[in-house]
């Protein structure tokens, strides 16, 4: 009996040393697993935090450059922040002195923030330089604005000029030149800007309000109708028409059998949204330098400024 109870004793102590062999065997794996997953996720984050210091450095290395700062202050005044632009003009102007390119997104920024007078000044600093269209334009939307249509369509035909494919401008010319009573002036510009950017609902309505204008309804009215244009938009343009040859002091004499319209500082009919497709006034686009993107900040005034009367007064601040 004592053999048997000592060889029992032998076999448990046996299989408790096996026992705790095991455990301390997966204790010391398990311990090596969580010092390696725990190595692992260290390093994986150490990376993460150095490619994002990586790319922080980067993206300020980018924004340290005079074309890339001229590009966030583009960006910028696309969104509307126009006051703010100005600030970053000045930082920008402080860093790398005045060029053209600083000089244009001043002029803009200073006309749309309502100060006429330096936007001006600005604008024809740009004489003589390779933004010279930029500065003819941004003169022609002033004079639009004051009501000077036949002065803005004599400046807007000297940016034409120097470039001659871009189709908003020549939009703008031709609306200018209506409101100018210009309608012989007008056709070509407004043809041409239709062709150029067959997409654009400002080149679809001011063509049409220049069929309506010159009695060719049937014409505007396959032109609205192949556009798609809204009812709303197409109300706007007849209205617009209808106050045109409504008003009686011709800035220019009309050609034979066209009616006449407004004299200069008198009112324009003018809707602000371009979603809503009626852009019945001087919107320039933005320098082709940069790209030919609009700078128009298009919000939308709700369906009851679609549905109302045409407003008056030019709308090129609201959008460039």
């Given at each position: 009996?004592?053999?048997?109870?000592?060889?029992?004793?032998?076999?448990?102590?046996?299989?408790?040393?096996?026992?705790?062999?095991?455990?301390?065997?997966?204790?010391v794996l398990a311990g090596c697993a969580v010092s390696k997953d725990r190595y692992a996720a260290t390093e994986e984050a150490q990376q993460r935090q150095?490619?994002?210091?990586?790319?922080?450095?980067?993206?300020?290395?980018?924004?340290?450059?005079?074309?890339?700062?001229?590009?966030?202050?583009?960006?910028?005044?696309?969104?509307?922040?126009?006051?703010?632009?100005?600030?970053?003009?000045?930082?920008?102007?402080?860093?790398?002195?005045?060029t053209p390119d600083s000089t244009r997104v001043r002029a803009d920024a200073l006309r749309q923030t309502g100060q006429a007078v330096p936007a001006e000044?600005?604008?024809?600093?740009?004489?003589?330089?390779?933004?010279?269209?930029?500065?003819?334009?941004?003169?022609?939307?002033?004079?639009?604005?004051?009501?000077?249509?036949?002065?803005?369509?004599?400046?807007?035909?000297?940016?034409?000029?120097?470039?001659?494919?871009?189709?908003?401008?020549?939009?703008?010319?031709?609306?200018?030149?209506?409101?100018?009573?210009?309608?012989?002036?007008?056709?070509?510009?407004?043809?041409?800007?239709?062709?150029?950017?067959?997409?654009?609902?400002?080149?679809?309505?001011?063509?049409?309000?220049?069929?309506?204008?010159?009695?060719?309804?049937?014409?505007?009215?396959?032109?609205?109708?192949?556009?798609?244009?809204?009812?709303?938009?197409?109300?706007?343009?007849?209205?617009?028409?209808?106050?045109?040859?409504?008003?009686?002091?011709?800035?220019?004499?009309?050609?034979?059998?066209?009616?006449?319209?407004?004299?200069?500082?008198?009112?324009?009919?003018?809707?602000?949204?371009?979603?809503?497709?009626?852009?019945?006034?001087?919107?320039?686009?933005?320098w082709a330098g940069m790209g030919g993107v609009r700078t128009a900040n298009q919000l939308n005034p709700g369906a009851e400024a679609a549905t109302s009367?045409?407003?008056?007064?030019?709308?090129?601040?609201?959008?460039?």
């Amino acid at each position: 009996m004592r053999s048997f109870a000592l060889f029992r004793y032998c076999a448990s102590s046996t299989r408790l040393k096996s026992t705790l062999a095991i455990a301390g065997a997966t204790l010391v794996l398990a311990g090596c697993a969580v010092s390696k997953d725990r190595y692992a996720a260290t390093e994986e984050a150490q990376q993460r935090q150095a490619f994002e210091t990586a790319n922080e450095t980067k993206a300020s290395a980018n924004i340290d450059t005079q074309a890339t700062y001229l590009q966030l202050v583009s960006q910028m005044q696309q969104q509307g922040l126009w006051f703010a632009s100005l600030a970053h003009i000045d930082a920008l102007e402080q860093r790398w002195g005045v060029t053209p390119d600083s000089t244009r997104v001043r002029a803009d920024a200073l006309r749309q923030t309502g100060q006429a007078v330096p936007a001006e000044a600005a604008y024809k600093r740009l004489m003589g330089t390779s933004l010279e269209s930029a500065g003819y334009r941004g003169l022609g939307l002033i004079a639009g604005e004051r009501g000077n249509f036949a002065e803005s369509a004599q400046l807007l035909r000297q940016a034409q000029r120097r470039t001659p494919t871009d189709g908003l401008l020549l939009s703008d010319l031709g609306y200018a030149s209506l409101r100018a009573g210009q309608y012989e002036e007008a056709r070509l510009p407004l043809m041409q800007a239709l062709q150029l950017r067959p997409d654009s609902t400002q080149a679809q309505a001011n063509l049409a309000l220049y069929l309506e204008l010159t009695n060719q309804r049937d014409q505007a009215l396959a032109l609205m109708d192949s556009s798609r244009m809204p009812e709303a938009t197409r109300q706007a343009v007849r209205a617009a028409a209808i106050q045109m040859r409504g008003q009686t002091a011709p800035v220019a004499a009309a050609s034979p059998g066209m009616p006449t319209v407004a004299a200069a500082g008198e009112t324009s009919p003018g809707i602000r949204d371009e979603a809503i497709a009626t852009p019945l006034a001087l919107k320039a686009s933005r320098w082709a330098g940069m790209g030919g993107v609009r700078t128009a900040n298009q919000l939308n005034p709700g369906a009851e400024a679609a549905t109302s009367a045409p407003s008056s007064g030019m709308t090129s601040r609201g959008t460039p």
